[in-house]
């Protein structure tokens, strides 16, 4: 009985102590939750707003890219329409207010603030913008936008700004409590013109010879006016620095003095130049896309009316054989150019490929050599195939890049069909 009573004293003890230490533990436990409380929101409070803040700076940049974007597209094509200044403008104004009013930034719109045409120099590859000295010290030019239209009236770039602030201002979700209703957030982008390398891609083959091109109309002289007006857009719309030329071929590629040549390294009937300072040369070349036997027309119309031999059916033969001269285009780029550019190629024929043996080899050999231009040296090109009842799919294999297929049914659809590419030359966001 003793022993009973003792322990039952002992156990009572052990439960009564620990009872008054947890209640002591417990008053402390509330305390520090009771501090710790407006932390912890604070916390919440920052996270959840810094992300809502980022998700609507970056929503708000990607709009601001795509009406920069959108802008430069509106404008050039208003200005390529024959649209006088002003209506580009608000062609421009218009594409961007589109393209905001279609993408919220943060669950609210944001407005476009602002809209600035200049001109935007890509400058020198490796120019340090600080200094404006390249990689050994010498002086260069770095990149830049200057506001404003050039002495000729022309604007290669559009710079935008878009903004939700003040009353438009960003909604934030917690940070109220402590005071801060909104955040104020906004974009610029400017879009540019990017300095341009296209060398045009000519099938001289018997068949375009077809029709009396001195008494009538053939495909070879619609395929010179075709031509020409790629040349003209590129001269009334242009950017500093682009570079235009044309290569040439029947069985053989077309050396630059008009003979044939299996030669990817020898120069192309027009070697790639600038347009500002080579146009003369330019145009007695294009003028030479002529009858390879019966010669050129007296009036060549847009550019000159001085007539100028091309190449020779005894020199190129007629038949087809594009790869050569899809290679001597490649070498002509990578020559005058840098990865600065944009690069492009349009590959203009009216048959099955044909030689040097067999059709299955011409094709191979086609798409091998886009493939180089592609693989190897970002060129993107673009294909036209003229006629009806011919291999669609030989030329719609060769598109690459940006570029893409058209057919046209008769030669006199082939300006327009060039004239499709010239204005889909693509744009740069450049800042």
Not at 16 to 40: K, W
Not at 395 to 423: C, H, I, K, W
């Amino acid at each position: 009985m003793v022993l009973l009573g003792a322990a039952a004293l002992y156990i009572g003890c052990i439960k009564r102590a620990p009872e008054d230490g947890m209640s002591q533990r417990r008053g402390n436990y509330s305390m520090l939750m009771g501090t710790s409380i407006f932390a912890v929101l604070g916390f919440s409070a920052l996270a959840v707003d810094i992300s809502l803040i980022t998700m609507a700076e970056q929503q708000a940049q990607a709009t601001a890219d795509a009406a920069s974007h959108a802008a430069l597209i509106g404008f050039r094509k208003t200005l390529s329409d024959g649209g006088t200044t002003n209506a580009a403008e608000t062609k421009a104004q218009d594409a961007a207010d589109f393209i905001i009013t279609r993408n919220p930034v943060a669950m609210g719109i944001a407005t476009r603030n602002s809209m600035v045409f200049g001109i935007y120099e890509f400058g020198d590859p490796g120019c340090d913008p600080v200094t404006n000295t390249d990689g050994d010290g010498n002086a260069c030019t770095s990149p830049g936008f200057t506001p404003g239209y050039s002495a000729e009236g022309n604007a290669n770039a559009i710079e935008v700004e878009v903004a939700r602030e003040a009353g438009n201002a960003v909604d934030l979700l917690l940070a109220p409590m402590f005071g801060v209703d909104t955040h104020n957030v906004d974009a610029r982008s400017i879009t540019a013109q990017q300095q341009r390398s296209i060398m045009l891609i000519q099938d001289f083959s018997g068949s375009m010879q077809d029709g009396g091109c001195t008494t009538g109309s053939c495909a070879i002289d619609d395929a010179r006016r075709a031509n020409f007006d790629f040349l003209q857009y590129m001269v009334q719309f242009p950017q500093d620095g682009d570079l235009i030329g044309l290569a040439g071929y029947a069985s053989v590629g077309v050396h630059e003095d008009g003979t044939g040549t299996n030669n990817p390294t020898d120069p192309t009937w027009a070697r790639m130049v600038p347009i500002a300072s080579d146009l003369p040369y330019l145009t007695t070349k294009f003028s030479g896309i002529c009858h390879t036997e019966q010669g050129c027309p007296d009036d060549l119309g847009t550019f000159t009316t001085t007539a100028t031999e091309g190449p020779k059916k005894e020199d190129i033969d007629v038949f087809t054989n594009p790869s050569i001269a899809i290679r001597q285009a490649i070498n002509q780029i990578d020559l005058a150019t840098d990865p600065s550019f944009f690069r492009g190629m349009l590959v203009f024929s009216d048959g099955v490929f044909n030689r040097p043996n067999n059709t299955a080899e011409a094709n191979t050999q086609a798409l091998n050599a886009v493939d180089t231009a592609w693989d190897t040296y970002d060129i993107h090109v673009w294909t036209i195939l003229l006629g009806t009842n011919v291999n669609e799919a030989q030329m719609q294999s060769l598109v690459r890049g940006v570029g893409f297929y058209q057919n046209g049914q008769v030669s006199t659809d082939l300006p327009d069909l060039y004239r499709n590419v010239a204005e889909s030359l693509p744009t740069a966001i450049v800042d």
